[in-house]
């Protein structure tokens, strides 16, 4: 999931500068608009959002039997995979939206549609937008004592809500629980797993 997250890390061009300007190795984001860190960064988070809820709360997957896919909502299972893509496009070429905006949708309506053909994960989705989120604000908290001024220097703040939570944009936090609602169970659905707990495993 790691590597199958890692190239939308190639996007940041529709983010710099309208979203924010980060400082990047060779000055790559502010000549090109593409840098490294977006790379790096989309491939931990797609690994970490995978696998977030399953370690807290030991879960394990086994896969879901052939029998068990010819229900009627798993026909658009196909479709429903690339509802978020489509819908991001969309906002993106037809309205006027910062794109921050446009994927924070294109992700919630992701997690929405994918409980439509995976009910079975309605918790791991709920939760795990919940749980990315806290791991999010650990993680951008713990810069902010040391940079105290990282958001004002690299953000675009103009273009954005202004809305700060200690600190912290409020886009950031909204990104982070859309991703972590679309991307909680993003393998169960791409891969045709289901959860079942650790110790019923074992027995």
Not at 35 to 48: H, V
Request: hydrophobic letters at 50%.
């Amino acid at each position: 999931m790691s590597l199958i997250t890692m190239p939308f890390g190639l996007t940041e061009p529709l983010f710099v500068p309208e979203y924010w300007f980060p400082p990047s190795l060779f000055d790559l984001a502010e000549k090109t608009g593409f840098d490294i860190e977006s790379l790096i960064f989309s491939f931990a988070i797609g690994g970490i959002g995978t696998v977030l809820y399953n370690l807290i709360f030991k879960r394990s997957l086994v896969e879901i039997p052939h029998s068990e896919r010819g229900h009627q909502r798993h026909r658009l299972h196909i479709y429903i995979l690339f509802i978020p893509a489509i819908v991001f496009l969309i906002l993106a070429l037809f309205t006027t939206l910062n794109h921050i905006y446009c994927g924070i949708m294109a992700l919630f309506i992701g997690g929405l549609i994918t409980l439509y053909c995976r009910p079975d994960l309605k918790r791991k989705i709920w939760v795990g937008g919940i749980l990315f989120t806290i791991l999010y604000f650990i993680y951008f908290g713990s810069i902010l004592p040391f940079y105290p001024l990282y958001v004002e220097m690299y953000w675009n703040l103009d273009n954005l809500t202004h809305i700060l939570i200690l600190g912290i944009p409020i886009e950031e936090l909204l990104f982070a629980f859309t991703f972590g609602m679309y991307w909680s169970g993003l393998y169960e659905h791409l891969y045709w797993h289901k959860l079942i707990s650790l110790n019923k495993n074992h027995n």
